[in-house]
Protein backbone atom coordinates (compact mmCIF):
# COMPACT_ATOMS: atom_id res chain seq x y z
CA UNK A 1 0.00 0.00 0.00
CA UNK A 2 1.45 3.54 -0.76
CA UNK A 3 2.53 5.79 2.62
CA UNK A 4 0.18 8.22 3.05
CA UNK A 5 2.95 11.09 2.87
CA UNK A 6 4.50 10.28 -0.36
CA UNK A 7 5.52 13.38 -1.85
CA UNK A 8 4.63 15.82 0.98
CA UNK A 9 7.41 17.65 2.28
CA UNK A 10 7.16 19.17 6.03
CA UNK A 11 8.95 21.31 7.84
CA UNK A 12 9.42 20.55 11.87
CA UNK A 13 11.61 23.27 14.15
CA UNK A 14 12.84 21.57 16.96
CA UNK A 15 13.63 18.79 14.70
CA UNK A 16 16.98 17.90 17.02
CA UNK A 17 15.64 16.02 19.70
CA UNK A 18 12.84 15.69 22.09
CA UNK A 19 9.34 16.07 20.55
CA UNK A 20 10.13 17.23 16.87
CA UNK A 21 12.54 14.57 16.53
CA UNK A 22 9.81 11.93 17.20
CA UNK A 23 7.38 14.01 14.68
CA UNK A 24 10.06 14.04 12.62
CA UNK A 25 10.38 9.78 12.30
CA UNK A 26 6.65 9.77 11.99
CA UNK A 27 6.30 11.68 9.04
CA UNK A 28 8.91 9.87 7.44
CA UNK A 29 7.46 6.42 8.07
CA UNK A 30 5.11 7.50 5.65
CA UNK A 31 7.22 8.45 3.05
CA UNK A 32 7.75 12.25 4.03
CA UNK A 33 10.26 14.63 3.44
CA UNK A 34 11.34 16.75 6.08
CA UNK A 35 13.10 19.57 6.34
CA UNK A 36 14.86 19.17 10.05
CA UNK A 37 15.33 22.54 11.41
CA UNK A 38 17.09 23.57 14.59
CA UNK A 39 20.53 25.05 15.74
CA UNK A 40 22.43 22.22 17.19
CA UNK A 41 23.57 20.49 13.55
CA UNK A 42 24.90 17.56 15.18
CA UNK A 43 21.42 16.69 16.75
CA UNK A 44 19.99 17.42 13.69
CA UNK A 45 22.62 14.58 12.11
CA UNK A 46 21.39 12.19 14.44
CA UNK A 47 17.91 12.49 13.71
CA UNK A 48 18.73 12.86 9.87
CA UNK A 49 20.01 9.64 10.03
CA UNK A 50 16.59 8.49 12.09
CA UNK A 51 14.55 9.68 9.59
CA UNK A 52 16.25 7.59 6.66
CA UNK A 53 16.31 4.40 8.39
CA UNK A 54 12.28 5.23 8.76
CA UNK A 55 11.85 5.46 5.17
CA UNK A 56 11.26 9.09 4.73
CA UNK A 57 14.13 11.74 2.88
CA UNK A 58 15.54 14.54 5.00
CA UNK A 59 16.63 18.06 4.19
CA UNK A 60 19.11 19.51 7.08
CA UNK A 61 17.93 23.72 7.62
CA UNK A 62 20.26 25.08 10.50
CA UNK A 63 17.81 27.81 11.95
CA UNK A 64 18.06 30.39 14.73
CA UNK A 65 14.70 30.87 15.38
CA UNK A 66 15.16 34.11 17.20
CA UNK A 67 16.41 35.69 13.60
CA UNK A 68 13.96 36.43 11.06
CA UNK A 69 16.08 36.28 8.03
CA UNK A 70 17.31 33.11 9.12
CA UNK A 71 13.53 31.89 9.55
CA UNK A 72 12.45 33.33 5.90
CA UNK A 73 15.76 31.73 4.81
CA UNK A 74 14.17 28.28 6.13
CA UNK A 75 10.98 28.64 4.41
CA UNK A 76 12.99 29.87 1.17
CA UNK A 77 15.24 26.70 0.97
CA UNK A 78 11.82 24.83 1.50
CA UNK A 79 10.37 26.70 -2.12
CA UNK A 80 14.16 26.13 -3.81
CA UNK A 81 15.00 22.68 -2.78
CA UNK A 82 11.80 20.82 -2.75
CA UNK A 83 9.29 23.25 -4.84
CA UNK A 84 6.61 22.25 -2.34
CA UNK A 85 4.89 22.71 1.28
CA UNK A 86 2.37 20.69 2.49
CA UNK A 87 3.02 20.65 6.50
CA UNK A 88 4.67 23.54 8.96
CA UNK A 89 5.08 21.74 12.55
CA UNK A 90 5.94 24.71 15.03
CA UNK A 91 7.41 22.24 17.50
CA UNK A 92 10.75 24.30 18.91
CA UNK A 93 10.45 25.89 22.48
CA UNK A 94 12.47 27.03 25.02
CA UNK A 95 11.45 27.70 28.54
CA UNK A 96 12.28 29.13 31.88
CA UNK A 97 11.77 28.72 35.38
CA UNK A 98 11.77 31.47 37.50
CA UNK A 99 9.46 33.46 39.88
CA UNK A 100 8.12 36.25 37.98
CA UNK A 101 10.22 38.45 40.12
CA UNK A 102 13.32 36.80 39.25
CA UNK A 103 12.75 36.72 35.66
CA UNK A 104 14.72 39.15 33.12
CA UNK A 105 13.50 40.86 30.53
CA UNK A 106 15.56 39.41 28.16
CA UNK A 107 14.45 35.65 29.86
CA UNK A 108 11.08 36.63 28.79
CA UNK A 109 11.41 37.94 25.17
CA UNK A 110 13.77 34.81 24.68
CA UNK A 111 10.46 32.36 25.11
CA UNK A 112 8.05 34.89 23.27
CA UNK A 113 10.40 35.06 20.68
CA UNK A 114 11.22 31.26 19.60
CA UNK A 115 7.70 30.12 21.30
CA UNK A 116 5.33 32.86 19.57
CA UNK A 117 7.44 35.22 17.32
CA UNK A 118 8.88 32.36 15.63
CA UNK A 119 5.90 30.67 14.34
CA UNK A 120 3.76 33.70 13.86
CA UNK A 121 6.86 34.48 11.30
CA UNK A 122 7.04 31.04 9.49
CA UNK A 123 3.73 30.87 8.97
CA UNK A 124 3.39 33.93 7.04
CA UNK A 125 6.29 33.59 5.41
CA UNK A 126 5.11 29.43 4.80
CA UNK A 127 1.30 30.34 3.88
CA UNK A 128 2.14 30.84 -0.07
CA UNK A 129 3.84 27.52 -0.04
CA UNK A 130 0.91 26.03 1.84
CA UNK A 131 -1.75 27.34 -0.35
CA UNK A 132 -0.50 25.44 -3.18
CA UNK A 133 -0.59 22.43 -2.00
CA UNK A 134 -3.78 20.00 -2.40
CA UNK A 135 -3.93 19.75 1.76
CA UNK A 136 -2.07 21.79 3.76
CA UNK A 137 -1.42 22.07 7.28
CA UNK A 138 -0.28 23.98 10.30
CA UNK A 139 0.51 21.90 13.49
CA UNK A 140 1.17 24.46 16.07
CA UNK A 141 2.95 22.58 19.56
CA UNK A 142 1.96 24.76 22.23
CA UNK A 143 1.54 23.30 25.78
CA UNK A 144 -0.57 23.03 29.27
CA UNK A 145 0.28 26.11 29.90
CA UNK A 146 -0.93 27.58 26.65
CA UNK A 147 -4.59 27.34 28.21
CA UNK A 148 -3.32 27.52 32.18
CA UNK A 149 -0.90 28.89 34.36
CA UNK A 150 1.69 27.42 36.84
CA UNK A 151 3.43 29.37 39.12
CA UNK A 152 7.58 29.92 38.13
CA UNK A 153 6.56 30.02 34.28
CA UNK A 154 5.51 33.01 33.58
CA UNK A 155 7.23 33.99 30.67
CA UNK A 156 6.92 30.35 29.26
CA UNK A 157 2.71 30.80 29.95
CA UNK A 158 3.10 33.86 28.52
CA UNK A 159 4.77 32.78 25.28
CA UNK A 160 2.26 29.47 24.96
CA UNK A 161 -0.52 31.38 25.79
CA UNK A 162 0.62 34.00 22.63
CA UNK A 163 0.86 30.90 20.49
CA UNK A 164 -2.42 30.00 20.96
CA UNK A 165 -4.12 33.12 20.34
CA UNK A 166 -2.38 33.71 16.75
CA UNK A 167 -3.79 30.13 16.12
CA UNK A 168 -7.11 30.78 16.79
CA UNK A 169 -7.03 33.52 14.73
CA UNK A 170 -5.27 31.63 11.91
CA UNK A 171 -7.87 29.09 11.98
CA UNK A 172 -10.52 31.23 11.74
CA UNK A 173 -8.61 33.27 8.74
CA UNK A 174 -7.85 29.86 7.03
CA UNK A 175 -11.90 28.64 7.73
CA UNK A 176 -12.88 26.88 4.20
CA UNK A 177 -9.23 26.73 2.51
CA UNK A 178 -7.08 24.08 1.88
CA UNK A 179 -5.05 24.36 4.89
CA UNK A 180 -6.10 22.95 8.67
CA UNK A 181 -4.38 24.30 11.74
CA UNK A 182 -4.28 22.37 14.37
CA UNK A 183 -2.84 23.18 17.96
CA UNK A 184 -1.65 20.82 20.70
CA UNK A 185 -1.50 21.18 24.69
CA UNK A 186 0.67 18.63 26.27
CA UNK A 187 1.11 17.78 29.77
CA UNK A 188 4.95 16.82 30.60
CA UNK A 189 6.56 14.60 27.78
CA UNK A 190 9.54 12.46 28.60
CA UNK A 191 12.25 15.59 26.79
CA UNK A 192 15.37 17.25 27.82
CA UNK A 193 13.06 19.90 28.75
CA UNK A 194 11.00 18.28 31.43
CA UNK A 195 14.14 17.01 32.74
CA UNK A 196 15.25 20.45 33.39
CA UNK A 197 12.13 22.27 34.55
CA UNK A 198 10.33 19.67 36.32
CA UNK A 199 13.04 16.79 37.99
CA UNK A 200 9.43 16.18 40.72
CA UNK A 201 7.84 14.38 37.67
CA UNK A 202 8.47 10.55 37.57
CA UNK A 203 10.70 10.03 34.53
CA UNK A 204 7.58 6.75 34.39
CA UNK A 205 4.88 9.18 34.34
CA UNK A 206 5.61 10.84 31.22
CA UNK A 207 3.91 11.24 28.17
CA UNK A 208 6.46 9.64 25.61
CA UNK A 209 7.06 11.75 22.34
CA UNK A 210 6.28 8.87 20.36
CA UNK A 211 2.63 9.67 21.73
CA UNK A 212 2.66 13.38 20.51
CA UNK A 213 4.06 12.49 17.48
CA UNK A 214 1.38 9.94 16.65
CA UNK A 215 -1.06 12.16 17.26
CA UNK A 216 0.64 14.76 14.61
CA UNK A 217 0.78 12.14 12.56
CA UNK A 218 -2.88 11.18 12.33
CA UNK A 219 -4.35 15.08 12.22
CA UNK A 220 -1.69 15.70 8.64
CA UNK A 221 -3.32 11.77 7.37
CA UNK A 222 -6.25 12.49 8.57
CA UNK A 223 -9.14 12.83 4.97
CA UNK A 224 -12.16 13.32 6.37
CA UNK A 225 -14.54 16.02 7.13
CA UNK A 226 -14.05 16.13 11.05
CA UNK A 227 -10.91 18.57 12.40
CA UNK A 228 -10.07 18.43 15.69
CA UNK A 229 -8.87 22.05 16.46
CA UNK A 230 -7.01 21.79 19.84
CA UNK A 231 -5.42 18.66 21.36
CA UNK A 232 -5.15 18.51 25.20
CA UNK A 233 -3.02 15.76 26.54
CA UNK A 234 -2.02 14.85 29.53
CA UNK A 235 -0.07 12.33 31.67
CA UNK A 236 -2.52 9.32 32.67
CA UNK A 237 -1.77 10.00 36.83
CA UNK A 238 -2.84 13.81 36.29
CA UNK A 239 -6.05 15.74 36.90
CA UNK A 240 -8.03 14.89 34.27
CA UNK A 241 -8.75 18.50 32.14
CA UNK A 242 -11.76 19.39 30.89
CA UNK A 243 -11.49 22.92 30.48
CA UNK A 244 -12.51 25.64 33.26
N1 LIG B 1 8.57 18.32 27.14
C1 LIG B 1 7.41 18.70 27.63
O1 LIG B 1 7.00 18.31 28.73
C2 LIG B 1 6.52 19.62 26.85
C3 LIG B 1 5.19 19.77 27.28
C4 LIG B 1 4.35 20.61 26.58
C5 LIG B 1 4.80 21.27 25.46
N2 LIG B 1 6.11 21.11 25.06
C6 LIG B 1 6.53 21.86 23.89
O2 LIG B 1 6.94 20.94 22.91
C7 LIG B 1 7.94 21.51 22.08
C8 LIG B 1 9.15 20.60 21.99
O3 LIG B 1 9.65 20.45 23.31
P1 LIG B 1 10.73 19.35 23.74
O4 LIG B 1 10.33 18.91 25.07
O5 LIG B 1 10.93 18.37 22.64
O6 LIG B 1 12.01 20.31 23.90
P2 LIG B 1 13.58 20.03 23.71
O7 LIG B 1 13.88 18.59 23.91
O8 LIG B 1 14.26 21.03 24.58
O9 LIG B 1 13.80 20.40 22.17
C9 LIG B 1 13.61 21.71 21.75
C10 LIG B 1 14.00 21.84 20.29
O10 LIG B 1 13.84 23.23 19.90
C11 LIG B 1 15.06 23.69 19.30
N3 LIG B 1 15.28 25.12 19.56
C12 LIG B 1 15.32 25.74 20.76
N4 LIG B 1 15.64 27.04 20.60
C13 LIG B 1 15.82 27.24 19.27
C14 LIG B 1 16.18 28.36 18.48
N5 LIG B 1 16.44 29.57 19.03
N6 LIG B 1 16.29 28.22 17.14
C15 LIG B 1 16.04 27.00 16.57
N7 LIG B 1 15.70 25.91 17.26
C16 LIG B 1 15.59 26.03 18.60
C17 LIG B 1 16.13 22.83 19.96
O11 LIG B 1 17.30 22.73 19.18
P3 LIG B 1 18.61 23.63 19.38
O12 LIG B 1 18.73 23.92 20.83
O13 LIG B 1 19.67 22.81 18.78
O14 LIG B 1 18.33 24.85 18.55
C18 LIG B 1 15.43 21.47 20.04
O15 LIG B 1 15.58 20.78 18.82
C19 LIG B 1 8.24 22.88 22.68
O16 LIG B 1 7.51 23.89 22.01
C20 LIG B 1 7.73 22.75 24.10
O17 LIG B 1 7.39 24.00 24.66
C21 LIG B 1 6.97 20.29 25.72
Same mark, same amino acid.
Given at each position: ??????????????? !?????????? $?????????? /?????????????????????????????????????? /???? @?????????????? $?????? $????????????????????????????? /????????? !????????????????????? *?????????????? $???????????????????? *???????????????????????? /?????? *?????????????????? @??????
Amino acid at each position: MAKQLTGKVAIVTGA !GRGIGRAISI $ALAREAATVI /LAARSIDQLQQTARQVKEAGGKEFIAVTELTEEESIRN /LVKV @TGEKLGRLDILVNN $AGVTHS $AKLEDTKTEDWQRCMWVNARAPFILCREA /LPLLRESEA !GYIVNIASVVGVKGYPLQSAY *TSSKHALRGMTISL $AEELRGSNIRVHLLCPGGVD *TEMVQNVRPDIDKADLIGPNEIAE /LVLYLV *THKGNAVMDELHIRRASS @TPWFGG
